[in-house]
């Protein structure tokens, strides 16, 4: 059955397929007459090129992000990378050639041009939404063919909206801001107290998990599978020290996919015989159990996937130990802002705080429920935003069946 909306994710890191569900979520929320699809690309060229950029060539990512400012700089990029394009390009093919929904969607700049040129190929009468996830404002998120940009832009950022519409004369109606909303489960288990939540958590089929304790103070680290091993020598030096109620507190760590972050972590647990619990991949439901169970969170990276997942359990006070090149510093520069995490790249600096809360329950919970106000606040803004990227697709619908 050919849909209204179709969402196209990528294998990339950074919340991508997130970020389709989210907007999906968005539809049939706010807009549940519109018959929504999704797209999930398994081309796994970008996903492994961002690990090698990430891990050995920061600096090289952020001047190429600088280079994306320039135009003639842009086109000889997506020139120089035609052999993924031509991956992602023949596996929506399919979606554009079959005109499958008049509105397609694209969470990641690379689809978005292969969908461009697909549109050109095929003369299709369909709308091409570029989504940016992050709160980015690098131009590579709005990429030109043969003079075609995409028919309008849903990005996090104000200022980025603004920047587009400038340079490229997009009308107000053709842009407009995101609002993250995140899948059901995550605002289901804020309706669990924290202790509810680890108790539910222990139940859960996972290693280890029964032991996990639902009265201790609980500290969640996550961040991406292949970026959250890069907390191990924060949590081994805390492991491996007093200063850390270890008999009162206790350490969650979210391994997803990353099998030698699995191991390590539970090599460390059973070393030092610390209350640490390695997870392997979770389903939605599984992590929302674990947001809601924290006390506190530590991050090895930000994306606006996983901090509105933490809003929606009110999983802080977060802390972002790290940040990978690129669109994570305009991540970071949003949540500081708004003060909705606080940035402890200095180790010593992020193990005092945590050793700090973990003996000083009230300062813990003062902190807590000054997390859950700000939360609260940004939650709210951020359905309304949803709301209208919903309304603002559907009349793009309106306006395409118009004509």
């Given at each position: 059955?050919?849909?209204?909306?179709?969402?196209?994710?990528?294998?990339?890191?950074?919340?991508?397929?997130?970020?389709m569900?989210?907007?999906?979520?968005?539809?049939?929320r706010?807009?549940?007459?519109?018959?929504?699809?999704?797209?999930?690309?398994?081309v796994?060229?970008?996903?492994?090129?961002?690990?090698?950029?990430y891990?050995?060539?920061?600096?090289?990512y952020?001047?190429?992000?600088n280079?994306?400012?320039?135009?003639?700089f842009?086109?000889?990029?997506?020139?120089?990378?035609?052999r993924?394009?031509?991956?992602?390009?023949?596996?929506?093919?399919?979606?554009?050639?079959?005109?499958?929904?008049?509105?397609?969607?694209?969470?990641?700049?690379?689809?978005t041009?292969?969908?461009?040129?697909?549109k050109?190929?095929?003369?299709?009468?369909v709308?091409?939404?570029?989504?940016v996830p992050?709160?980015?404002?690098?131009?590579?998120?709005?990429?030109?063919?043969?003079?075609?940009?995409?028919?309008?832009?849903?990005?996090?950022?104000?200022?980025?909206?603004a920047?587009l519409?400038?340079?490229?004369?997009?009308?107000?109606?053709?842009?407009?801001?995101a609002?993250?909303?995140?899948?059901?489960?995550f605002?289901?288990a804020?309706?669990?107290?924290?202790?509810?939540?680890?108790?539910?958590?222990?139940e859960?089929?996972?290693?280890?998990?029964?032991?996990?304790?639902?009265?201790?103070?609980?500290?969640?680290?996550?961040?991406?599978?292949?970026?959250?091993?890069?907390?191990?020598?924060?949590?081994?030096q805390?492991?491996?020290?007093?200063?850390?109620?270890?008999?009162?507190?206790?350490a969650?760590?979210?391994?997803?996919?990353?099998?030698?972050?699995?191991?390590k972590?539970?090599?460390?647990?059973?070393?030092t015989?610390?209350?640490?619990?390695?997870?392997?991949?979770?389903?939605?439901?599984?992590?929302?159990l674990?947001?809601?169970?924290?006390?506190?969170?530590?991050?090895?990276?930000i994306?606006?996937?996983?901090?509105?997942?933490?809003?929606?359990t009110?999983?802080?006070?977060?802390?972002?130990?790290?940040?990978?090149p690129g669109?994570?510093?305009?991540?970071?520069?949003?949540?500081?802002?708004?003060?909705?995490?606080?940035?402890?790249?200095?180790?010593?600096?992020?193990?005092?705080?945590?050793e700090f809360?973990?003996?000083h329950?009230?300062?813990?919970?003062?902190?807590?429920?000054?997390?859950?106000?700000?939360?609260?606040?940004?939650?709210?803004?951020a359905?309304?935003?949803?709301?209208?990227v919903?309304e603002?697709?559907?009349?793009?619908?309106?306006?395409?069946?118009?004509?």
């Amino acid at each position: 059955m050919k849909k209204d909306v179709i969402i196209v994710s990528a294998l990339a890191g950074g919340g991508h397929k997130s970020a389709m569900y989210s907007l999906g979520e968005s539809l049939q929320r706010f807009t549940p007459e519109l018959r929504v699809g999704y797209f999930e690309s398994r081309v796994e060229d970008i996903e492994h090129a961002h690990r090698i950029v990430y891990s050995k060539f920061q600096r090289l990512y952020d001047s190429f992000y600088n280079l994306m400012e320039c135009d003639a700089f842009r086109g000889t990029y997506f020139c120089s990378t035609h052999r993924m394009i031509d991956k992602l390009r023949a596996e929506l093919t399919s979606v554009i050639a079959e005109q499958m929904a008049p509105v397609v969607v694209s969470t990641h700049f690379m689809q978005t041009y292969a969908l461009l040129q697909l549109k050109v190929q095929y003369g299709a009468d369909v709308k091409i939404v570029a989504y940016v996830p992050d709160f980015d404002e690098s131009l590579v998120h709005v990429p030109a063919y043969h003079g075609l940009l995409p028919d309008a832009v849903i990005a996090q950022s104000p200022s980025y909206l603004a920047k587009l519409r400038r340079k490229y004369a997009y009308l107000p109606q053709q842009t407009v801001q995101a609002g993250y909303v995140p899948r059901t489960p995550f605002s289901e288990a804020r309706r669990l107290s924290a202790q509810a939540a680890r108790a539910a958590l222990q139940e859960q089929q996972l290693p280890s998990i029964s032991h996990l304790s639902p009265h201790r103070f609980t500290v969640v680290a996550t961040g991406g599978a292949y970026w959250v091993e890069h907390l191990y020598p924060a949590f081994k030096q805390l492991a491996e020290e007093d200063t850390f109620d270890w008999n009162n507190s206790q350490a969650v760590i979210v391994c997803g996919n990353n099998r030698r972050a699995f191991e390590k972590f539970s090599h460390l647990a059973a070393r030092t015989g610390r209350n640490i619990f390695a997870l392997p991949f979770l389903n939605p439901e599984q992590m929302a159990l674990v947001f809601r169970s924290a006390d506190t969170t530590v991050l090895s990276g930000i994306a606006p996937a996983t901090l509105y997942e933490l809003l929606e359990t009110d999983a802080g006070p977060i802390f972002i130990h790290r940040i990978n090149p690129g669109p994570e510093k305009f991540n970071l520069r949003v949540v500081q802002a708004a003060a909705l995490a606080d940035y402890r790249p200095k180790r010593a600096e992020l193990l005092s705080t945590l050793e700090f809360l973990s003996r000083h329950p009230k300062a813990a919970q003062a902190a807590k429920a000054d997390f859950c106000q700000r939360a609260q606040r940004e939650r709210l803004a951020a359905q309304a935003r949803a709301k209208a990227v919903a309304e603002f697709l559907e009349q793009m619908l309106v306006a395409r069946y118009a004509s």
